[in-house]
Every structure is written in C-alpha cells, then in structure tokens.
C-alpha cells in the first residue's frame, strides 16, 4: 500500500491499510486513520512552528488527491475530500466529510463543520468559521484584514449552516451570512446576509427571500432550501430531516 519512493517517517501513526502514493512524504507528527488514501506527491504533516506542537490528525476514509500540502497541527474528521495541488494549513478544526476542491487554499486556525463543500480555486482566509452543509463556489475568496496590512485585528466571516456562496464572490472581513442565506455569482458581501436573504451586486444587497428563486425544471418550485432536491453525497439519515431544519 506503501509506494516504494514515498517517504514515511517512522514516528507517523498510520493505519494499516492506508495507500501512500509515489514521491510522498508524510512526516512524524502525523496520524492517518484507516482506508485512506495518499496520491502521488504530497506532503502530509508539513511542519511549521505556527501549530505549536499539535499533530496533524487525518479521519478515516481520507481521499487526498496528488500535490496535496496539509499542514500539522490541524484535525479533519471522517471522510475529507481534496482535489489536486490543496493547501490546507495548521489550525483547522474540520468535521466530517469536507470536499476542498482543485486548488483551494485554506488559511489556518478557522472552524469547517460537516458536510461542507469548498470548490475549486477557493480560498478562505484565517479566522473563519463555516457551520455544517455549507456549499462555497469556485474561485470565491473570504477576506480578514480590514485594513491591510495589519496583524492587529484580522476578522474571518462566518457563515451559517445551509447557507451558498455563488461563483467568484468576495467576502469581506467579519461578516455574517446566515443559515440557508444564497450569495449570487460575483457578488462583493460588505455586510452580513440575514438567515434565508438572497443578495446580489457589488456591494451585495439583499433583494429578496433565497426561496424566491424557482428551479429551471418548468416545476415551478422553490429552489431554496436547497435540501428539497439535492442528496447526492449525503447520507439518509441526514438528508430526511433537512426539509425541516433548513
């Protein structure tokens, strides 16, 4: 299971039937639950001072594709998920089941809850918190500084479960975009999205209600929550009690 040029420190504490692929390195302060899998190129448990000592701590089921850097001092609950060439610093506190797509860089010490989906080339920022079943489009960028540069009073968003952050937005330093809240495409959040809004422009707006808009299906019906009709990838015994929570 082990590639005979990947590089494992004898200090890591890797489960038996985890598969290391070529040219990877995973490092002594490490420990990697069962059936996970390492891609070729990666480095697991890159150490820096910032994590202090803390381990990296990767939960079972664990598909780390190729180029992947993860960081020590960070703890990622069953079933992460990563595209290729993703950085995941020191500092993560992540529940289970994160999908990071192709590219995304994630910044240190910043809470992820469950079943979060980050796409491709997104980056979020120190300081920020994601609540559960979270979904964050390609290329959107989280911001902390807000009045860079400073080291004095970084401030990363938060966003509440259920809440979808479209393609290409930016969110500024501290704001708040609530449970089930819809962010359109491109859209520059300065302010914080009451629970539910949907908000668009530069700067954002809240223009009305995310069950406002309809699905594309001639139905006629709701598209927010977007629980009704997407299930792919979450378990049953979740997804039957969304349509009320959400």
Not at 10 to 30: K, T, Y
Not at 102 to 119: C, E, K, P, Q, Y
Not at 142 to 162: A, K, R, V, Y
Not at 209 to 235: C, I, K, M, N
Request: with cysteine; net charge negative; hydrophobic share 40%.
């Amino acid at each position: 299971m082990i590639h005979p040029s990947a590089l494992i420190d004898p200090g890591a504490n890797i489960a038996d039937d985890v598969s290391v692929g070529p040219f990877s390195v995973v490092h002594g302060n490490v420990a990697v639950g069962a059936g996970a899998t390492i891609g070729s190129h990666c480095i697991i448990g890159h150490p820096t001072p910032l994590a202090e000592g803390r381990p990296l701590e990767i939960g079972s089921n664990a598909v780390i594709r190729s180029h992947a850097v993860i960081y020590e001092g960070s703890t990622f609950g069953p079933g992460l998920e990563t595209g290729h060439h993703v950085t995941l610093r020191e500092g993560l506190l992540v529940g289970r089941n994160l999908r990071v797509g192709t590219g995304a860089d994630l910044l240190g010490n910043s809470t992820i809850g469950d079943f979060v989906r980050l796409h491709s080339g997104v980056f979020i920022c120190q300081s920020s918190t994601i609540g559960n079943f979270v979904w964050i489009y390609v290329r959107t960028v989280f911001t902390d500084d807000p009045h860079p540069p400073n080291d004095d009073c970084l401030q990363g968003p938060t966003i509440e479960d259920f809440a979808v952050v479209s393609a290409q937005c930016c969110v500024s330093p501290g704001v708040v975009i609530g449970r089930g809240a819809l962010v359109g495409a491109a859209s520059v959040v300065t302010r914080d999205v009451a629970p539910g809004k949907l908000a668009i422009g530069t700067p954002a707006r809240v223009v009305g209600e995310a069950s406002d808009v309809v699905l594309r299906d001639g139905s006629g019906q709701p598209a927010y929550p977007w629980t009704r009709h997407f299930r792919r990838g979450y378990p049953a015994e979740i997804t039957n009690g969304w349509n009320a929570g959400a």
